[in-house]
């Protein structure tokens, strides 16, 4: 069921963004027609805000779908982004995409799991300024170690979707039983980052919820 108040807020942001960008129009028109998952549009103003007052060099992003954060990022910073995605429908559209966009000198796509991605990063010794994480939800606690990993002191983690449309909040009992692992998985996440002596971290009602981490050590 649609949260009219949320979709009612969400609209009139949208408004005061306008159509100036004609290209992330078109991908976010291309995403509501093909129900592919993006960033929404007070998440992105968020992001580009974020990026603003950060200013970052380097930018992993888990999670490209089909490259419409990545060229939000791109936009809104002088960053390298390296971003990851594992769906292959969507890993030429992505690909096309930024390609089209005019940033593929600062964009990398690299086609793999996650997973296998962030340990061959972290073998190689790299770490990043920003990490967003928008991928598969059930997944964030699992490789949270390994992002921690790739943060240096003063590194930004943000999380996507951490509310899962207010159900986090809710008793596990109340959640179909095909979804009850992603829902205990990503409050386990919550509690994780709330409470790792490592992280300074928040939870903002942004979109569908995210989290902004900061690494302190």
Do not use: C
Request: aromatic content about 6%; charged content about 30%.
């Amino acid at each position: 069921m649609i949260n009219t108040d949320a979709y009612r807020i969400s609209e009139y942001l949208h408004s005061l963004e306008g159509d100036a960008d004609t290209f992330l129009a078109e991908l976010r028109s291309y995403a509501a027609e093909h129900e592919v998952p993006i960033i929404r549009i007070e998440t992105e103003s968020f992001i580009r805000t974020l990026l603003k007052l950060i200013r970052p060099r380097h930018i992993l992003e888990i999670g490209a779908a089909i490259g419409y954060s990545s060229v939000v990022m791109a936009k809104a910073s002088d960053a390298d982004i390296l971003t990851i995605e594992n769906y292959d429908k969507r890993i030429p559209i992505a690909e096309a995409n930024i390609a089209r966009s005019g940033y593929s000198d600062r964009i990398r796509l690299v086609a793999d799991d996650a997973g296998k991605v962030l340990n061959t990063l972290k073998a190689e010794g790299r770490v990043f300024d920003m990490i967003f994480l928008d991928a598969a939800k059930g997944q964030y606690p699992v490789w949270l170690p390994d992002i921690k990993a790739l943060m240096h002191e003063g590194s930004v983690l943000l999380a996507d979707n951490v509310l899962q449309e207010g159900t986090v909040t809710e008793s596990r009992f109340t959640i179909p039983r095909r979804e009850r692992t992603t829902h205990e998985r990503m409050r386990d996440f919550l509690y994780t980052i709330k409470h790792d002596e490592q992280l300074e971290s928040s939870v903002l009602n942004i979109g569908d919820g995210v989290s902004l981490s900061v690494r302190l050590q």
